[in-house]
C-alpha cells in the first residue's frame, strides 16, 4: 500500500494523535480565531442538519472577501479535492509538474490515469521556475495541463502572474495558491480564463485542518461541469459556518501578515547562523539543506524525541534526504527549534 506522506503526521501507529511542537505542517501559528471558535460552539447542535448543498452565505462571503463573481467558485473540502476533481473531469494525457512541489498533484494525476513528465527546478536558481524553458519543455513534452504551486511547496517560490497566462496560453494551467492569503502578493483570481485556474485552501490561513475547506475559481462553464460532477455535500456544515465568520475577520488576516514579515525575517536570519543551505521563500516555510542524509535523519529523530516535528523532504521528487522543511511559528516556538538545532550542529 502507498505511504501516506505529508506534514502534520502527529498520530502514532494505534492512530492516536500525540503532543507535538509541529513544524511540519505550514498551519498558521495564531491557530483557531475566537470568532470561529464561537462559531462551532454555537453551531454545533445544527449538525443534525445537512449543510446548504448551494452554500450561499459561504459562497457570497468568498466572492466578496475575493472580488470573484459567485458563479465562477467551486467549493472544496480542502484544495486537495480539486485536483482529483479537475483531472477527472477534464482528462489530460499528460501533465508537466515543475517539481520539487506538492505530492498530491502526482498523486491525483496517476489516479486519473494522466502521464506524468517533470520539469526540475534547479537549486543553483533557488529552484525557481524559469519560464522560458518551462515552455520548451513544454512543446516537446506533448503534456495538455500543468499543475504548479503559487507560492510552491516546500520552495516557497512564486511564479509571475505574467509568466503564467504565457503559459496556460498553450496548455490549461491550474495555479494552487493554497498559501497565498499569508502574502500581500496579487492573485491569479482575478485573471482566470478558459485556461487559467485558480484553487486556495483556507485551512492554513485560518488553521482548520481537521475541517477541510478551500475554493476555486475557474471560468463559468468550467465551473459548472466541475460543480456538476462533485458531491453537492463535500463541504460540511460547521465548515460552511466556519468559512462564513473566518472570512469577515479582516483583523486575523492582517494581524498574521504582520507576525510573517516580522518573524520570517528573524527566523531565516538565526538559521543561516547554522551550518544549512537556506532557500530564499516568500511565505510561512522555509526549505533548508545540511550535509548529509544521515545527518538530517539524526536532526529529526533527535528532535522527535523532544517532540519537535520538522518536514523529511526526501519523498519531494528533485530533492533528496538532505533536505528539511520547517513551518515558522511563534518566536517563543522558533527559539526552541533554533535552540534544538544548535545542540545538535554546534554541540558544546
Known amino acids: ?14 492512530g492516536v494523535a500525540e503532543k507535538f511542537l509541529d513544524f511540519s505542517a505550514n498551519i498558521n501559528p495564531h491557530g483557531l480565531s475566537e470568532k470561529i471558535f464561537q462559531a462551532l460552539q454555537e453551531n454545533l447542535r445544527e449538525i443534525v442538519n445537512y449543510p446548504d448543498a448551494n452554500a450561499t452565505e459561504l459562497k457570497s462571503k468568498i ?12 467549493l472544496l473540502n480542502g484544495a486537495a479535492e480539486f485536483f482529483y476533481l479537475y483531472l477527472f473531469v477534464t482528462r489530460p494525457k499528460k501533465i508537466l509538474l515543475p517539481v520539487p512541489s506538492f505530492s498530491e498533484y502526482e498523486r491525483a494525476a496517476h489516479a486519473a490515469n494522466c502521464e506524468v513528465e517533470y520539469f526540475f527546478l534547479a537549486e543553483e536558481d533557488n ?50 495558491e493554497s498559501f497565498i492569503d499569508f502574502l500581500s502578493a496579487e492573485s491569479v483570481r482575478n485573471f482566470v480564463n478558459k485556461n487559467l485556474i485558480a484553487v486556495q485552501s483556507l485551512t492554513k490561513i485560518f488553521a482548520i485542518p481537521g475541517l477541510r475547506l478551500g475554493f476555486a475559481v475557474a471560468e463559468k462553464n468550467l465551473a459548472e461541469k466541475l460543480n456538476a460532477a462533485k458531491d453537492v455535500w463535500n463541504v460540511n456544515f460547521l465548515a460552511q459556518k466556519a468559512g462564513s465568520i473566518a472570512l469577515s475577520d479582516e483583523k486575523f ?23 544549512v543551505k537556506v532557500f530564499e521563500s516568500g511565505v510561512n516555510f522555509v526549505l533548508f539543506k545540511v550535509e548529509s542524509e544521515k545527518l538530517a535523519q539524526e536532526i529529526l529523530q533527535s528532535l522527535r524525541t523532544e517532540k519537535i516535528l520538522l518536514r523529511d523532504c526526501a519523498n519531494f521528487v528533485g530533492l533528496d534526504g538532505r533536505f528539511l522543511r520547517t513551518a515558522i511559528r511563534s518566536r517563543t516556538e522558533n527559539i526552541l527549534l533554533l535552540e534544538a538545532l544548535k545542540k545538535k550542529f554546534l554541540p558544546q
Not at 500500500?1 to 494505534?14: A, L
Not at 492582517?254 to 520570517?264: D, G, N, Q
Request: charged share 25%.
Open 1 to 14: 500500500m502507498e505511504k501516506f506522506q505529508h506534514g502534520g503526521d502527529i498520530y502514532n501507529t494505534s
Open 63 to 74: 466572492a466578496h472577501r475575493y472580488n470573484v463573481p459567485t458563479e465562477n467558485l467551486i
Open 253 to 275: 488576516l492582517a494581524e498574521t501578515r504582520s507576525w510573517l514579515e516580522v518573524e520570517k525575517k528573524f527566523f531565516i536570519e538565526q538559521l543561516e547562523n547554522l551550518p
Open 127 to 176: 529552484f525557481k521556475l524559469d519560464a522560458e524553458k518551462f515552455l520548451a519543455q513544454l512543446k516537446t513534452s506533448g503534456a495538455d495541463c500543468v499543475i504548479l504551486g503559487r507560492p510552491n511547496n516546500p520552495t516557497g517560490n512564486l511564479i509571475s502572474i505574467a509568466d503564467l497566462q504565457k503559459i496556460s496560453a498553450e496548455v490549461p494551467v491550474v495555479a494552487d
